[in-house]
Structure formats: C-alpha cells, structure tokens
C-alpha cells in the first residue's frame, strides 16, 4: 500500500529532526511550511491554519498515493506501520494514532482515551491516516481549528469507519505549564463546535457535545488541572456562539506562558 506523509510546519523548526525520521522509515513526504526555506522536499505556504495547509498541499499528492498521513512537524512517531495495517480493512477510511505527551496535557489525554474507546468523538491531527480518495472527496476543508475533528465527522458522515490505533503513538510537547491549558483547550474546543456546525458526525458525538458545557465542572474534581481545563472548555463552547468561524490561533498566549 503506497503511503505519503504530508507534514504540516508552521516554520523551520523541526524540520530537518522529521525530514531524517520519515527518510528513515523510507516513505515519501512532503512539508508544507509556513517559512521559505531551502529544501527540495519542502513548499512554502503563508501560515493561516492547518486546514488550510492540508488544502494546499494535497494539491501536490501523487496520484498513486492509496494513503495519506498527515503529521505535525513537531512529532516523533512510534510504529506507524501498525496504523496502516487497517487498510488492509475496506471499509476503514481513517485512522489516527494516539499521543504521548508530558505536561499537564498527559493526565487530559488518560481521560480522553478512555472515552474515546467507547466512543471516538475526537480525532488526533499530529498523526492520522486517510485513504487519498476520501481525504479528495472531503477537501477543501473550511476554516476550522480542529481540521482534525472535521476530517474524522465527515469520514463518519459518509457511513465509513475510523479507528483509533493505541499501538501507533506520536511523541510531542503541547503545554508546559498547567496555565497553558485554558488556551489549548480554547482553541481545540472552539474549533469542535465549528466542525460540527460543518458536518453530520453519529448522533452519539452530537449529543456529547451539546452536554459538554454543563457536564465539563465535573473536571474540577482534578484540582487547579481541572480548573484550567473547564474554564477552557466553557470559553471555547463561548468563543462558538459568539461567531468565531476562523480557522487561526492567536498563539502568543501560549508562547508566553
């Protein structure tokens, strides 16, 4: 099954420490970075948005790719094979692996997981596989700020499957600080509701979501984590209703903290 890697950068960081990771893994790739740098594996796009480098670099998918991953730059990736092994399956059409942080998010990610072994209601963008010919029939995505979360409702909207593979992981740092946590989970949260308000996900994801705002003060229970985990929650559901349809993040708030 012929795999392609488009990595999504917002600049040249890391690039050179995944170029050498997916020339090791022998698959073909391509950057799309949010900086011009002087690389032949690498095109340059103005930074508005993953959704909107997803868009542009699709344009440059082989037409022989039976499978696209899309990866974050800042990834290291453990046993990527395991993840593709489900194509071997007709009907599953997308795949995303799980994520290995440290950090407050680490603890956020237990939780979700286990949610998520019942009932997938989020995907992971800094790994996921997609079958080239539903990712074209998907795209171009909207302005979202969970592209990831889009993907995987309209995946499921069309009545295919998506799986979650624990045995494929992505490494990577998402807070540092606890306080780091109100704005990711802002953003992230923020960006869900735009993706529903663009698909037909099960009616199951549906109506987590629509409980979300009042069940996430339960979160409490976790202490100053949970603190800054509900107050994030609430404010990106807020950030929604009051008409946030971007597809960017001000990410100042979190390079600061």
Not at 158 to 183: D, I, N, P, Q, Y
């Amino acid at each position: 099954m012929n795999l392609f890697f488009l990595v999504l950068a917002r600049d040249e960081k890391f690039v050179d420490e995944k170029a050498k990771e997916l020339q090791s893994l022998g698959v073909s790739y391509l950057i799309v970075c949010g900086k011009k740098i002087n690389r032949s594996d690498a095109i340059f796009r103005e930074p508005k948005g993953k959704y909107d480098a997803i868009n542009f670099g699709s344009k440059f998918i082989p037409e022989d790719v039976d499978v696209v991953a899309l990866n974050d730059v800042d990834t290291k990736l453990r046993n990527v094979w395991a993840s593709l092994k489900y194509f071997d399956f007709k009907n599953v059409d997308l795949v995303f692996a799980k994520v290995s942080t440290e950090g407050p998010t680490k603890f956020f990610n237990v939780l979700l997981d286990l949610i998520r072994k019942k009932l997938i209601i989020t995907a992971n963008g800094e790994l996921m596989l997609v079958r080239r010919n539903t990712l074209m029939t998907i795209l171009p995505i909207k302005p979202c700020k969970a592209e990831d979360s889009y993907i995987l409702y309209k995946v499921l909207e069309g009545k295919h499957k998506a799986v979650f593979c624990e045995k494929s992981v992505a490494l990577t740092v998402r807070t540092k600080r606890v306080e780091m946590e109100e704005a990711y989970r802002r953003k992230t949260v923020c960006g869900i509701y735009q993706a529903l308000g663009y698909t037909k996900p099960p009616f199951r994801i549906r109506a987590f979501y629509a409980l979300l705002p009042f069940s996430s003060p339960l979160l409490l229970v976790f202490g100053r984590k949970g603190y800054f985990w509900t107050k994030g929650i609430l404010l990106g559901v807020n950030d929604y209703l009051r008409g946030d349809r971007s597809g960017t993040w001000q990410t100042t708030y979190m390079e600061n903290h």
